[in-house]
């Protein structure tokens, strides 16, 4: 039996890592991507994290993997399928086996919300993409837009400024809820076209993305942009399927936990973006895993 079984291989769960073979407890981590590292792998430059400025979110990422493992805790390719966290013995089943430990620290993070709108699912893959750096290499001097008015899309707009003849950014009002910084430098990038108080309708094409409908929430007047790619970033959700109805979910959705990082449930703690809190950013993920270990040692 584990000491403690940690759920997923981003900032949080790494950083628990780390914490937990420091403390020298016998701990187990599952992460069901190989490569781990969680959503920073995705993210072209942070330039938030103390004493890092401008670092490449893939090789942040793949240096705390290597720290943890440096520790001894190599992340598990293994994808957790269910758990049992009610009584003393925590049981974590993955397609392989059935692990059981006297905690769990529950790290999975959040992923991609959906726009909902006809055409999404249809062309995901074919034009619709959530990852601006995975993706935007194959819009090479093409036109796109960028859906969402947070610092993702925000960043999203000007990683493919880079690559796009023209990008717009289309975003519901006509204030930010990104940095500030962020959207000086969109409105200075000569390629971004912002279209403001806009709400997208539908994603429409042939085999591929052709175009992106569109209406103005004041005048109700319709827009027809004709793009080659639609980039939606219009937040996240959290991945709580595995423990949704064994612990509390705050109205959001996500796990109801303080900055201790206890959940409703003796020996399960919530960290990272899964858990409730003002600010998801690398930094406060990173604090969880360390607080969720000091938890666990009492
Ligand atoms: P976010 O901050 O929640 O922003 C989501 C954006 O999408 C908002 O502008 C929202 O509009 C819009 N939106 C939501 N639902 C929509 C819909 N159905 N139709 C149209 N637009 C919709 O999400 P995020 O940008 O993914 O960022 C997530 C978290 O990661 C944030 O805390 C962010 O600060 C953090 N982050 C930080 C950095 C950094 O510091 N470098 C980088 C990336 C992410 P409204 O504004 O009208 O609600």
């Known amino acids: 039996m584990y000491d403690v079984i940690i759920i997923g291989g981003g900032p949080a769960g790494l950083s628990a890592a780390v914490y937990a073979a420091r403390a020298c407890l016998n701990a187990l981590l599952l992460e069901k991507h190989p490569m781990g590292g969680g959503q920073i792998l995705n993210t072209a430059e942070v330039d938030n994290y103390l004493g890092l400025p ?14 943890a493992a440096k520790l001894g805790i190599k992340p598990v390719a293994e994808e957790v399928i269910r758990i049992s966290c009610g009584g003393a013995v925590k049981k974590v089943i993955t397609a392989k086996q059935e692990y ?4 769990i620290i529950y790290a999975a993070g959040a992923g991609h919300k959906k726009l909902g709108i006809p055409g999404e699912e249809a062309f995901a893959g074919k034009g619709v993409s959530y990852c601006a750096t995975c993706d935007g290499a194959f819009f090479r001097g093409k036109t796109t837009a960028v859906i969402g008015g947070g610092d993702v899309a925000l960043e999203d707009a000007l990683f ?20 500030r910084t962020l959207v000086e430098r969109v409105k200075a990038t000569e390629n971004i076209e912002l279209t403001l108080d806009t709400a997208p309708e539908e994603i429409a094409g042939e085999d591929r993305v052709q175009k992106l409908l569109c209406v103005h929430k004041k005048t109700g007047e319709k827009k027809n942009l004709a793009v080659d790619g639609v980039f939606i970033a219009v937040g996240m959700a959290p991945y ?4 949704d109805g064994q612990v509390k979910l705050d109205e959001n959705g996500y796990v109801a936990a303080g900055e201790d990082c206890k959940t409703s449930v003796d020996g399960v703690f919530a960290a990272g973006d899964v858990r409730t809190k003002k600010v ?3 930094v406060t993920a990173v604090s969880d895993g360390a607080v969720a270990v000091a938890g666990i040692q009492g």
């Open 240 to 243: 709580t399927r595995l423990i």
């Open 160 to 179: 493919l400024a880079n690559v796009c003849e023209k990008v717009y950014l289309v975003h519901r009002r006509d204030t930010f809820r990104g940095a």
């Open 280 to 282: 998801r950013q690398i």
């Open 54 to 67: 401008g670092a490449d979110g893939f090789e942040l990422g793949q240096r705390f993997t290597e720290h």
């Open 100 to 103: 059981e430990a006297k905690a």
